[in-house]
């Protein structure tokens, strides 16, 4: 299980185990925001499995060059939800289209599911009177890499902290 650390200030700021994340609040170094239902087991007893940990300091992110942007990272960073109807989605979509001189980048590709990815095809959201959702931007994990781990997939839990993140 792992668990989203919040910068002071409630920026996104890495994803860490969930051991991790109660050794930083027995340290008072962060408070808990958000657990899970089922409880952490560890030799020193049973603690809250958090899911969502504020830091008291600021830390000043590790700035490092962009992660990769893939099809799994564009889905992963969307919790697999289509970033026009909120279905469950399994394909990519180039929000400016490629054929229209659309990058593959972070702030223009968007998880997307099959009927609205089919609808869409080659035309501006414009063209169609669509809105995105969210603004796509580079999540937190793929900013500030370095030692923190990388999350499996999505916390339900974290989506109210990482909606509006961008790079
Ligand atoms: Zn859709």
């Not at 700035?63 to 990769?68: A, I, K, L, Q, S």
Request: include cysteine; proline fraction near 9%; hydrophobic fraction near 40%.
């Amino acid at each position: 299980m792992r668990t989203l650390v919040l910068n002071a200030g409630f920026e996104p700021l890495a994803v860490v185990s969930d051991r991790r994340a109660v050794v930083l609040v027995l340290r008072s170094r962060a408070r808990v925001l958000e657990v899970a239902e089922d409880p952490l087991v560890a030799p020193a007893g049973s603690f809250p499995r958090p899911t969502v940990i504020l830091l008291d300091r600021y830390i000043r992110p590790n700035r490092r060059r962009p992660g990769p942007v893939s099809r799994r990272a564009v889905l992963r960073r969307d919790a697999h939800r289509c970033a026009y109807c909120g279905a469950g989605a399994d394909t990519v979509d180039h929000v400016r289209p490629r054929s229209r001189g659309g990058p593959s980048s972070w702030t223009n590709l968007v998880a997307c599911c099959r009927k609205c990815n089919h609808a869409k095809a080659d035309r501006l959201l414009e063209d169609l009177g669509w809105k995105l959702r969210v603004k796509p931007g580079e999540p937190a994990w793929a900013v500030h890499p370095g030692p923190w781990d990388s999350p499996g997939q999505l916390d339900d839990a974290w989506l109210a902290y990482l909606s509006g993140v961008a790079a």
